[in-house]
């Protein structure tokens, strides 16, 4: 079956490291997004990218980095820059056009 | 810039009892409107959209939603709520860009079902 895979589950990151959060697709889409989810603050979009080697800063992108070198895979990385990073991640793809956002399972970060 | 706005916290229904979330949007063209469903540590599942046409629109799990212009609202309903229903529900709007849809939601609420 088609689905996004987010990993790992849960990630626990000490101050100071980076850190890789993977997503990868298997539904042909072309655009993949990249959101952070805060209790009671919904969901804010750090990073997306609409074509492979193309990727445009959401509304909270300081602090994150991001690549797009295939159409299957879009990593987050949260750098040590990011100034409060424990939080759930979650990956979304789409097709062109209006049929919403399929996402991932989310990945749980904690820094200890 | 679009908004969506979701004044509900939390609410708790009765098993059996109907249900109406309310979501209200700001967007200054015709919107693209989602709600979403999210189990705990889960992804979040389409349950409908609206883009054009008729005003009420069904989705999956016997919930509907009703798009009303006049107050930029996009309320969601069931009839008759299932224990399973708990989850927490978002709202959100979106917009085109470059045929794609950039979306944004709203800050959720949390549906507790008691039996």
């Known amino acids: 079956d088609g689905g996004i895979t987010q990993s790992p589950k849960y990630l626990f990151r000490k101050e100071g490291q980076n850190v890789t959060l993977s997503c990868e697709q298997n539904l042909n889409h072309d655009a993949m997004y990249w959101y952070r989810q805060d209790p009671g603050q919904g969901l804010r979009l750090i990073y997306y990218?609409?074509?492979?080697?193309?990727?445009q800063k959401g509304d909270i992108a300081e602090g994150y980095s991001v690549s797009r070198e295939k159409k299957e895979s879009f990593p987050l990385t949260v750098t040590s820059a990011q100034k409060n990073p424990t939080a759930f991640y979650l990956c979304?793809?789409?097709?062109?056009?209006?049929?919403?956002?399929?996402f991932g399972s989310g990945t749980r970060l904690t820094v200890v | 810039a679009q908004s969506v706005t979701q004044p509900d916290i939390h609410i708790t229904v009765s098993e059996g009892a109907s249900l109406e979330l309310r979501c209200n949007y700001s967007y200054g063209a015709t919107p693209y409107l989602f709600w979403y469903v999210q189990s705990p540590g889960q992804g979040l599942q389409l349950l409908l959209k609206y883009f054009s046409g008729d005003t009420l629109v069904q989705g999956i799990k016997g919930f509907e939603a009703e798009f009303k212009r006049s107050q930029s609202s996009f309320n969601l309903r069931k009839p008759s709520v299932h224990w399973s229903d708990a989850a927490e529900y978002f709202c959100?709007?979106?917009?085109?860009?470059?045929?794609?849809?950039?979306?944004?939601f709203g800050t959720g609420t949390k549906l507790q079902v008691i039996p």
């Open positions: 979304a793809s789409s097709h062109v056009g209006t049929d919403g956002y399929t």
């Open positions: 990218s609409q074509i492979v080697n193309d990727f």
């Open positions: 959100a709007v979106g917009s085109p860009s470059g045929g794609y849809q950039k979306v944004t």
